[in-house]
Each structure stands twice: as structure tokens, then as C-alpha cells.
Nanobody, 124 residues
């Protein structure tokens, strides 16, 4: 059974930086595209970023382009999200997920199973 374990979230000031991580176990990590999602209080879960399995091509939601960077370590079965120039509107619980086809990562409604997430709070 696949396990997704997110970590690294904390309280940071606006303008600060933070890196969150997601460790995956239970499948061949390197064969899967990985995605980050977030859910702010009172809002729907939304796509943030994705990285393909083979060529590591990356994709970003418009509001995080130029500030966030997704990367992966296929030896450690880990995907990262480096977040810079954080804004209060980035406050959310951040989740990761995976699929063999990166297209499926465009929408969080394609997934029924999630990890516990990691909470990021950006203070103004």
C-alpha cells in the first residue's frame, strides 16, 4: 500500500522561505509523476506544482510561478517544494500525490487517498 508522508510545514513570516517534503513508500517512486496540492481554510484543495517522472519537467499554478520550485530525489523517494517569497495567501495544508501520468495531477479531485498533509502558516 502506498504511503505519502508530508513534513516541514511551520509558521513563517511573509517574505520568508520554507521547504516541505513528501516521502513515498510502497511503489516504484521513480516511475510516477509527483504533485503538490494545498487546501486553505474554507477553500477547496488546489493544484500547486507537478514534476514528471522521466524528464523531470515541472508545472506550476500561476500564483506560485517564480516563487515555488518542485524537485524530486528518486534515491530518497522524496519530492520537495521550495517556497520563497511566501505570502499570507500561501497559508494552507500542503499535500503530495502521485500518478503515472502527470496530466492526472492537474486536479486533486482525481485522487481519493491522501497523506496527513503538512501545515504552512504565513504571518503578515
Amino acid at each position: 500500500q502506498v504511503q505519502l508522508v508530508e513534513s516541514g510545514g511551520k509558521l513563517v513570516q511573509a517574505g520568508g522561505s520554507l521547504r516541505v517534503s513528501c516521502v513515498v513508500s510502497g511503489n516504484s517512486f521513480s516511475h510516477f509523476a509527483m504533485g503538490w496540492f494545498r487546501q486553505a481554510p474554507g477553500k477547496e484543495r488546489e493544484f500547486v506544482a507537478a514534476i514528471e517522472a522521466s524528464n523531470h519537467r515541472t508545472y506550476y499554478e500561476d500564483s506560485v510561478k517564480g516563487r515555488f520550485t518542485i524537485s524530486r530525489d528518486d534515491v530518497r523517494n522524496t519530492v520537495y517544494l521550495q517556497m520563497n517569497s511566501l505570502k499570507p495567501e500561501d497559508t494552507a495544508v500542503y499535500y503530495c500525490n502521485q500518478h503515472r501520468d502527470v496530466v492526472w495531477l492537474a486536479s486533486p479531485t482525481n485522487f481519493a487517498s491522501w497523506g496527513q498533509g503538512t501545515r504552512v502558516t504565513v504571518s503578515s
